[in-house]
């Protein structure tokens, strides 16, 4: 189901600048017994990536009305907000009506091993690009994460790890990432490139919250290979421990299953 | 008007990979008395770009069939051609019908002086993220140009002008940027960002077949302000003379008012 500006349908307008130019962003989070979860944390972060690209995000209460029009109460849901219509060309226009989406998907069937188990990952060759005016930016303009996940086609690679051109590890086509080393965890800096997701936030809330030290720093991939735990989160799959990468094998660690707990316990309540 | 799969329509399906991920590419040329002017070279590129990201480009014969069917002897027409439709998820999907745009809108009114007497340009503060995997290639992932379009609202600054993270100027937000030093001209190089338009090529090609020296390298901020001359060039501006940028001016200079002579000799062909 997906309801355009309120209302069921089917398309958006050729016109709209998410389409001319990805002008807009978006979020995706799972809606669990008819409740989104972690709402308010999706749309203070959709607020704020509006903000990032000066588009009048549409009101919590807007969204909160399409989101009890939903004809499924366990689903993954996707809000777009693009800058809406204007003629052709790249100025944004003084006075646009924004383009909310907000769709509904049936919820991703991933082996539940990924999660008690873990996932094996690959490591892409696409470098990300540095652009300090759109890191962390959930944004519309995603080439790059389509060309690192046509990469591969191994059913059995759950996720492509991603690097900065200065082989930095950065995180998922798809998720943010985490590692654990002599018992404290580091995730990368988003401040030239990458996604900041709702989920990588509550990891660090919650690292402090419990007193594990966190430390968000840039990782090289001779610490992403030398760590004693890795692992991927967003807020669909919640934690998968990181398994294998190349020929590195690491085990499903302590660190990693705690934090899968708090994180499942607190989608759930 | 636009035509959506060779269709009369307004909308494209709100599941389309181009506003989810801006998954496809675009082209925008002008049409005079029913003609579109350097079709063959703009089918070109556009081929060229669907196969830098694997997606299947309709036939120039389907291209040529819609364009036949636009209303407007004199217009500016936009092709677009997305990855078409997919689940969520950023993997491409293995069988997929691409989406073809081809929509009309007014001839823009640039002021007759712009070509003539050459116009002032704005230096963006944007720098452009080296993504050698994208560059050069016109896809629809363009908030770059949106944010760097935004930086000025003066009516009298007809362009802007953007540097790499290196502050070598890569091109206009929307035109390919040449300079004139000493008889020859140079043009910048494009293997890590910036959009290689089919002006630009055809001023490249100009100049061999005039025996005009042309390098194709890289343009400091000191290159630039210390050049003779300065132009700006697309299918829709022909060329137009920098004459203003920042407390620098130039005249409208020999070479390229000699190439705006050629260009529109060419298009007019």
Not at 76 to 95: E, F, H, L, M, Q
Not at 113 to 119: D, K, N, P, R, S
Request: hydrophobic share 45%; aromatic share 6%.
């Amino acid at each position: 189901m997906n309801l355009i500006n309120g209302i069921a349908g089917a398309t958006i307008s050729v016109r709209d600048r998410g389409l001319a130019y990805g002008d807009g962003v978006f979020r995706t989070f799972p809606v669990r017994q008819g409740k989104p979860v972690w709402w308010q944390r999706q749309y203070a972060k959709l607020a704020q990536d509006c903000a990032a690209l000066k588009i009048d995000c549409p009101s919590r209460d807007t969204f909160e009305s399409d989101l009890s029009l939903l004809d499924t109460r366990d689903c993954v849901v996707k809000i777009i907000v693009t800058r809406g219509n204007s003629v052709r060309g790249y100025a944004p226009p003084s006075a646009s009506a924004p383009t909310r989406v907000v769709a509904s998907s049936p919820l991703p069937e991933y082996p539940g091993t990924h999660a008690t188990q873990g996932v094996k990952v690959h490591l892409c060759n696409l470098r990300l690009a540095a652009q300090p005016a759109l890191a962390a930016v959930k944004h519309l303009n995603r080439l790059e994460n389509v060309l690192a996940r046509a990469e591969w086609s191994d059913s059995t690679v759950a996720e492509g790890l991603l690097c900065d051109a200065a082989d930095n590890v950065i995180g998922g086509t798809m998720s943010n990432l985490f590692i654990a080393k002599a018992g404290a965890l580091v995730t990368p800096d988003l401040t030239a490139c990458g996604v900041a997701g709702v989920t990588r936030d509550t990891v660090i809330e919650f690292a402090g919250s419990h007193a594990i030290p966190l430390q968000v720093k840039a990782i090289s991939l001779d610490d992403l290979f030398a760590a004693d735990e890795v692992f991927v989160v967003n807020s669909v799959i919640g934690v998968w421990p990181v398994i294998a990468l190349e020929r590195k094998a690491w085990a499903a660690g302590p660190l990693t299953l705690q934090m899968q707990r708090w994180i499942a316990d607190a989608q759930n309540a």
